[in-house]
């Protein structure tokens, strides 16, 4: 520990970890057969980290499973006094259990290899070899089934991989999963069902053996920054333009951004306090057997930072590149590195705004650039990866990127593979119907924790004596006073503004931000089904609830085998005030995914997000003083160089 006080928000470094692990060891909490599930900054008071309050303790909360005992024990430290403040043993039957390790799914594959039944029916499937035989450690979900109250569980699907170079996802070995202990080594239930032949074909996509020619036809694409990149990093404090955030990581949530604000003539103005990617959950839509209860919570079963990727320059990020590394702790509560998690750079994002006027002859043009901060993860066979976008002019937007390889199922039965699945071939290999959910948390801070959120829709109006001719249409504004979730409706254009009350901007209306969450499917699931209980965010698209630090995760704290206490939906029945209130608003968004052919055999990335735009923050476009472009090739040369310099009919290409 350094005798410099070091921001409330500054991530754990790897000496806080060591030194967590060793107050822990001092306590009597650790042991053999330990695992730290978790290990987190515990995040000050927001008011007192905005009032720069000098001696802010350094706490650290610690999940720890007990393999021997089963006991799961959340422990929380003080790193500045040295010593444990609080231990408390999960109920879990009610909160739910820790996610699963990187050490529990690695073994996971070795016990399940080892139980007789399991051989047994592996080789009525004439499968002698088990070592080919690659378990796919899942999520158990929460289904009430007899016998597994208590229990630390996974599912265990499998696929064959016939040599190391094979991809075993071409060959599900159908009909068979292991319900498994992780604690006492036991599967305690094996599902069988009918056997169904391995689809045989291969599909290694990963190697130039397998792959077809490259093609000749693409020339380099060099992005070069002559006088480096705009931005600068210095603390985890990143500044670009006129943004300032400050960046943290999460071993749930994975990349945070604390305290994003815009220098306005010199006025740093927050918007948002804080900003993560606080779950993803995964449904599938196959009700067979051996599938109904694949829902995978990436955040909060899998740890989406622990399963950051270390990206690499040319390859994940191109440009003028900046990384920032994620500590993190491992399983035995030692501090590990990922290196390069974080990607930081800066990108041409097309026009900013053009106009050739007819009056004046004047030609303007600027062109945008955006800020990128990202991070990609892998949790089992699908890839994602999370961006932040800032633009010049104040938008604020995440994109999510959805690759990897499909999960596959073999169908013995042509019409069920028709129904639940995108078939592949001729050999009853099939891509299963499903969704990807994402729920970002917004923490917002528009000018100040005063906020409230009025919902915007176009309103067309009838013919009347005020609409004689039939074209008027307005808007129609709601204040929404108490917690609750809303549904995006693409017919009225509905969006949220999320403003301060207590601030006007210069025409008279409050300063805001207005949110726009696209209107895609939301949650497919039945209501009353045990994912629509767990994942309950996914059946709105926008959620706004009252400010409470122990609300980080819509699916609760620990969703893990959690029957679904302590989510979002139960939040907002207490109905408590967000009207010029300390609020959080929540972004819901989801694919729908019925795969292609063309996802196979492993998939282009697919897209989804949503944006936050400035709507009367500023008092006008807030990029008028973005410089005008050099000009490449002009039909007319100026004395500056520039596209549209003054009164021109200079045209740039």
């Not at 045989?200 to 996509?205: A, K, N, S, V």
């Amino acid at each position: 520990m350094t005798t410099t006080e070091p921001h409330p928000l500054t991530r754990l470094t790897g000496d806080e970890i060591e030194l967590n692990r060793a107050i822990l060891v001092q306590a009597g909490h650790v042991t053999e057969s330990t695992i730290f599930a978790l290990v987190s900054l515990v995040e000050p008071d927001k008011r007192d980290v905005l009032g720069a309050v000098p001696g802010l303790d350094r706490r650290v909360r610690t999940l720890l499973v007990q393999r021997d005992s089963g006991e799961q024990t959340e422990i929380l430290v003080s790193l500045v006094e040295r010593k444990v403040l609080l231990a408390r043993v999960l109920d879990i039957a009610n909160e739910g259990q820790a996610p699963i390790t990187i050490t529990e799914y690695e073994d996971a594959e070795r016990m399940i290899r080892a139980d007789p039944a399991w051989r047994a029916a592996v080789e009525a499937r004439g499968i002698s070899d088990f070592d080919t035989v690659r378990i796919c450690a899942l999520s158990a979900g929460c289904f009430d089934i007899p016998g597994e109250a208590g229990r630390r569980l996974v599912r265990g699907s499998a696929f064959i991989q016939n040599d190391p170079q094979d991809n075993a996802w071409a060959h599900p070995l159908e009909g068979l999963v292991a319900y498994l202990d992780l604690n006492s080594g036991e599967v305690v239930q094996l599902i069988d069902t009918d056997v169904v032949p391995v689809p045989t074909e291969r599909f290694d996509y990963h190697l130039d053996s397998w792959l077809p020619e490259p093609r000749a036809t693409q020339k380099p694409i060099e992005i070069i920054q002559p006088e480096g990149a705009s931005f600068t990093l210095a603390d985890d404090v990143l500044t670009w333009e006129k943004w300032h955030v400050r960046l943290g990581f999460d071993p749930v949530e994975g990349l945070v951004l604390h305290q994003i604000g815009f220098d306005d003539q010199g006025e740093l103005r927050p918007i948002v306090y804080r900003a993560s990617v606080a779950e993803m959950v995964v449904p599938y839509g196959d009700p067979s057997p051996v599938r109904y209860w694949q829902n995978y919570f990436d955040a909060g079963e899998y740890s989406m930072g622990k399963s950051a990727n270390s990206l690499e320059l040319g390859c994940d990020c191109l440009g003028e590149i900046v990384y920032s590394d994620a500590v993190l702790a491992d399983d035995q509560g030692r501090p590990r590195t990922i290196k390069n998690a974080i990607c930081i750079h800066e990108e041409d994002a097309g026009i900013l705004f053009k106009h050739t006027d007819e009056f004046t002859l004047a030609s303007d043009v600027r062109r945008n650039r955006r800020l990128v901060i990202s991070f990609f993860i892998t949790v089992g066979n699908y890839d994602y990866g999370f961006y932040w976008y800032l633009y010049l002019d104040g938008t604020i937007e995440l994109e999510c990127k959805a690759t990897g390889i499909v999960y596959t199922a073999a169908y013995g039965d042509e019409a069920q593979r028709q129904r639940w699945s995108s078939p592949l071939g001729d050999e009853g290999l099939g891509m299963p119907f499903h969704q990807h959910m994402f729920c970002a948390r917004l923490d917002m801070l528009v000018d100040g924790i005063e906020n409230a959120v009025d919902e915007h829709e176009a309103m067309r109006l009838p013919f009347s004596d005020e609409n004689p001719w039939g074209n008027a249409f307005t808007r129609k504004v709601t204040r929404l006073t108490e917690e609750g979730g809303r549904l995006a409706d693409g017919k009225t254009g509905r969006v949220w503004h999320v403003v301060n009350p207590t601030r006007k901007n210069k025409h008279g209306l409050p300063v805001g931000y207005e949110l726009r969450v696209p209107d895609l499917p939301t949650m497919m699931a039945a209501e009353g089904s045990s994912i629509s209980k767990r994942a309950g965010f996914g059946s709105k698209h926008v959620w706004v609830t009252h400010f409470d630090a122990d609300e980080r995760f819509p699916t609760g704290t620990y969703p893990n085998q959690n029957p679904g206490n302590g989510t979002i939906t139960q939040w907002v029945e207490q109905r408590r005030p967000i009207d010029g209130d300390d609020i959080v608003v929540w972004a819901s968004f989801a694919m729908t995914h019925f795969p292609r052919p063309e996802d196979w055999p492993i998939m282009p990335v697919d897209r989804l997000g949503f944006s936050m735009k400035p709507y009367g923050f500023f008092d006008q476009n807030p990029a008028l003083d973005v410089p005008r472009p050099k000009s490449g090739h002009c039909s007319t040369a100026t004395e500056a160089g520039c596209c549209g310099s003054g009164n021109s009919t200079e045209r740039c290409h």
